[in-house]
């Protein structure tokens, strides 16, 4: 399986609004709930109104349509990353998973998941 490197860096953030954001830019992911709105995107396209932000983060994508029936992806590459002691943070759309860690781990989460076989471009 492909795994894809996204260039840039990347923060997550807790917002007010969607009033502030920019849903033209390349990345963009919003979440709300009845608790708290939260927004994923390129630290450059944080909102200036952002009530918390965690700067840092660094992604990288499946690299491939992943139908709804199959089972495990996300979960064999989160047990791969967390017996390495790097945590993430997933953000799914329709098509694919998005896995995020921290920029000091990144470079390390790449090595262990290509030995693992993942083949990362």
């Known amino acids: 399986m ?3 490197k996204i260039g840039g860096e990347f923060s997550v953030c807790r917002i007010e609004t969607a009033a502030d954001i920019n ?3 390349e990345f963009c992911f919003a979440g709300k ?4 709105f939260s927004l994923v995107c390129l630290t ?3 909102p200036e109104g952002a ?3 965690d700067d840092g983060w660094k992604a990288f ?3 491939s349509v992943l139908d709804f029936s199959l089972i495990g992806i996300l979960s064999k590459i989160s047990a791969i990353l967390a017996e390495n002691q790097i945590g993430i943070f997933a ?3 329709y098509n694919t998973d998005y896995i995020l860690t921290k920029a000091e781990h990144f470079p390390k989460a790449l090595e262990v998941l ?3 076989g993942y083949e990362i471009i």
């Open 91 to 93: 953000v799914s759309t």
């Open 51 to 53: 009530i918390l932000r």
């Open 33 to 36: 709930t009845d608790e708290e």
């Open 23 to 25: 849903f033209n830019t």
């Open 114 to 116: 290509a030995e693992e």
């Open 61 to 63: 994508r499946i690299q």
């Open 2 to 4: 492909q795994l894809k």
């Open 44 to 46: 450059e396209d944080v």
